[in-house]
């Protein structure tokens, strides 16, 4: 199971800069990382080591399997991200 990014996203890159296999997006370099709402995790590239839950400021990183129900639609929301070349 990947980890998704949720609503309480502030777009603090500390998980950008921990995540060993680059799967989070928007980098703080791009520059659709000033417009951006939140962060995306790629799910298809996602290890699942978890590194990036403890260093967000937010709380907003959840295993998919655990999301909160009020932001489970926040699975899909991360995934279509990639899917529609945002990333």
């Not at 799967?23 to 951006?36: G, L, Q, Y």
């Not at 839950?53 to 399997?65: G, H, L, M, T, Y």
């Not at 909160?68 to 529609?84: C, L, S």
Request: hydrophobic fraction near 40%; charge should be negative.
């Amino acid at each position: 199971m990947a980890y998704v990014i949720a609503a309480p996203c502030i777009a603090d890159y500390s998980c950008v800069d921990i995540c060993p296999v680059d799967c989070i997006s928007p980098h703080p370099s791009e520059a659709a990382f000033d417009d951006a709402e939140q962060l995306y995790i790629d799910p298809d590239k996602c290890v699942n080591c978890g590194a990036c839950v403890d260093v967000c400021p937010a709380s907003a990183i959840f295993e998919s399997s655990e999301l909160p129900g009020r932001w489970a639609h926040y699975a899909e929301i991360n995934r279509q991200y990639f899917e529609t070349g945002n990333a």
